[in-house]
């Protein structure tokens, strides 16, 4: 199971990679997607996925012994979700804009000033 998660984490950064180096801000946005989903993976696979108990500590008990399964990584994941929506709803609505303006969708053409002719 777990190396197929590496694989699945290596997939997901390759493309991501390739995505963002393309010149189409669309791609770039999805390029940055895949790259937070396979770091979402990558916390995930060093969490330590074991099948246990919640980590609750009984009341007679003063140090928790058994298998339990680790809330931590769990946390950090739904964090990245939360932040990587707010992230690419905001993409999105600057890429509209953005295209709305400059009627292209090539990334070379935000970097060089249009001359008008006097």
């Known amino acids: 199971m777990e190396l ?3 694989f699945l984490i290596g997939i997901l950064y ?3 990679v390739f995505l963002i180096l393309r010149r189409s801000m669309v791609r770039l946005l999805l390029g940055i997607m895949l790259l937070g989903n396979g770091t979402n993976m990558l916390i995930f696979l060093l ?5 246990g108990k919640p980590p609750i500590i009984e009341e007679n008990f003063k140090v928790f012994k058994d298998i339990y399964a680790d809330p ?5 994941i739904l964090t990245a979700i939360v932040i990587s929506f ?7 609505v600057l890429l509209k804009r953005v295209y709305a303006l400059v009627n292209s ?14």
């Not at 969490?47 to 099948?51: A, S």
């Open 14 to 16: 390759a493309s991501g």
């Open 105 to 118: 969708d090539d990334l070379d053409d935000l970097n060089t000033p249009e001359e008008e002719d006097i």
């Open 86 to 92: 707010g992230l690419t709803s905001f993409a999105i």
């Open 4 to 6: 197929l998660l590496v």
């Open 72 to 76: 931590v990584p769990q946390a950090l």
């Open 47 to 51: 969490g330590n996925i074991t099948k």
